[in-house]
């Protein structure tokens, strides 16, 4: 699976948008970026995922380059319940390896009030 | 419609004891996955199973941790003997199929902690 890039931390002011980017240079043809998020040590939460059209949803919208290079997750009104480290994750689409979600060290978003 | 249910959430056992983790996944999912988070470290997958099979164990530990999923009843992940490394969060999740794109919903966890 292709890498990802994400900055470690990132602010964000309360019912503000807040736009996380991630880096994925390296993804093929086959492979879709996936964003969880983990609030606090719980379980990891799946908020998108996409593979080359800009995909919304009830939680967020994922912007994704015309070359794949890269892609944004945008929350579009953040609240404080938004604290989280948020995970870029590719992946290919099936077959052997892709079972696995790959966590890097994600971006910590602070929503701050 | 029921989430990811993972029980005990919390687990205390001594050096040497075995430490049972059960996994029940969502209504309708018959694929398993188990990770481990060590503190302060990212999720690092573990095994993938569906009903009756391993299908991919290739983070597993090599020794004292096995993991099951039968036909009938919750995945298991069992640890024999744990050591003092083995503290950590383990979360389960579960997704309707493995083909073309799909979204892996994951439990709350079991938090082992080995005195």
């Known amino acids: 699976d292709a890498k990802t890039t994400q900055p470690p931390s990132m602010d964000c002011a309360e019912g503000r948008a807040a736009n996380l980017p991630c880096n994925h240079s390296t993804i093929s043809g086959n492979e879709y970026v996936y964003w969880y998020r983990q609030i606090h040590s719980q379980g990891p939460q799946y908020i998108i995922h996409g593979l080359k059209n800009n995909e919304t949803n009830e939680m967020a919208s994922l912007i994704i380059t015309e070359d794949r290079k890269s892609s944004t997750l945008i929350l579009p009104h953040a609240t404080l319940r938004d604290t989280a480290v948020y995970y870029c994750i590719v992946r290919s689409g099936g077959g052997a390896g892709s079972y696995q979600l790959t966590f890097g060290k994600g971006t910590k978003l602070s929503v701050i009030p | ?115």
Not at chain 2, 11 to 40: D, N, T
Not at chain 2, 51 to 79: H, Q, T, V, W, Y
Not at chain 2, 83 to 106: I, K, L, T
Request: net charge positive.
């Open chain 2, 1 to 115: 419609n029921a989430g990811v249910m993972q029980n005990p959430r919390h687990l205390v056992r001594r050096r040497g004891q075995e430490a049972r983790l059960r996994c029940s996944p969502m209504k309708g999912h018959s694929h398993v996955y188990w990770y481990r988070q060590l503190p302060e470290e990212g999720l690092k997958f573990m095994v993938y199973l569906q009903k009756e099979n391993i299908i991919d164990e290739s983070g597993m530990p090599k020794e004292r941790f096995s993991a099951e999923f039968p036909k009938e009843g919750p995945s298991i992940l069992r640890i024999q003997q744990v050591v003092r490394g083995d503290s950590a969060a383990y979360f389960c999740a579960s997704s309707p199929r493995v083909v073309d794109s799909y979204e892996q919903y994951f439990g709350p966890g079991t938090r082992l902690t080995v005195t």
